[in-house]
T-cell receptor, first 117, second 114 residues
Framework: SAVISQKPSRDICQRGTSLTIQCQVDSQVTMMFWYRQQPGQSLTLIATANQGSEATYESGFVIDKFPISRPNLTFSTLTVSNMSPEDSSIYLC??????????????FGEGSWLTVV | LAKTTQPISMDSYEGQEVNITCSHNNIATNDYITWYQQFPSQGPRFIIQGYKTKVTNEVASLFIPADRKSSTLSLPRVSLSDTAVYYCLVGNMYSGGGADGLTFGKGTHLIIQP
């Protein structure tokens, strides 16, 4: 499976600031996704990062708050903008290595733990 | 949308076999069933995937009845390190299933005791 690296792994951020999380994959992948996991909760899909085009956001998430870049098939960034304490979460980059003849097989990075104070 | 239902929590003991069942009554023809394991402060880890009947790998077995409306993840001879949250996902975005195969429910908190 692909090796997924995220930076930063952990950060403490001031309210009102923005932070960009980087995700690097060691091989070219078609599908990349960003998830959020708030403390004690399950994972929530934020968006699909599309290479060369705008990300596809899930209900409840908007580009102004979570701008995403995907300049190539191995790299993506997620920015959490104008942060508030409610944005304190683990943000997870993931890739799908499923094939057209099988379902989704998702692999995750170790996550970026953000605490907003 | 193929939604899933799992028990919120389960307890077992070291050395026992643990079976976690997931209900997915409205699974679509092209949907696959995939299970993930998550330890605290880590991203989920893929365990096993199946479409029908039985699938086995070095970690677990997945049993899927003929009607595919449920599935059971079987963990043989569990140890303390199997304490984790286990998620069942159903879907297939490659066949137009949208984000179903990417949607995590609440999962099952499995606690293994000595």
């Amino acid at each position: 499976s692909a090796v997924i690296s995220q930076k930063p792994s952990r950060d403490i951020c001031q309210r009102g600031t923005s932070l960009t999380i980087q995700c690097q994959v060691d091989s070219q992948v078609t599908m990349m996704f960003w998830y959020r996991q708030q403390p004690g909760q399950s994972l929530t899909l934020i968006a699909t990062a599309n290479q060369g085009s705008e990300a596809t956001y899930e209900s409840g998430f908007v580009i102004d708050k979570f701008p995403i870049s995907r300049p190539n098939l191995t790299f993506s960034t997620l920015t959490v903008s104008n942060m508030s304490p409610e944005d304190s979460s683990i943000y997870l980059c993931s890739v799908d290595e499923g094939q057209g003849n099988s379902g989704n097989t998702i692999y995750f990075g170790e996550g970026s733990w953000l605490t907003v104070v | 949308l193929a939604k899933t239902t799992q028990p919120i929590s389960m307890d077992s003991y070291e050395g026992q076999e643990v079976n976690i069942t997931c209900s997915h009554n409205n699974i679509a023809t092209n949907d696959y069933i995939t299970w993930y394991q998550q330890f605290p402060s880590q991203g989920p880890r893929f365990i096993i995937q199946g479409y029908k009947t039985k699938v086995t790998n070095e970690v677990a077995s997945l049993f899927i009845p003929a009607d595919r409306k449920s599935s059971t993840l079987s963990l043989p001879r569990v140890s303390l390190s199997d304490t984790a949250v286990y998620y069942c996902l159903v879907g297939n975005m490659y066949s137009g299933g949208g984000a179903d195969g990417l949607t995590f429910g609440k999962g099952t908190h499995l606690i293994i005791q000595p």
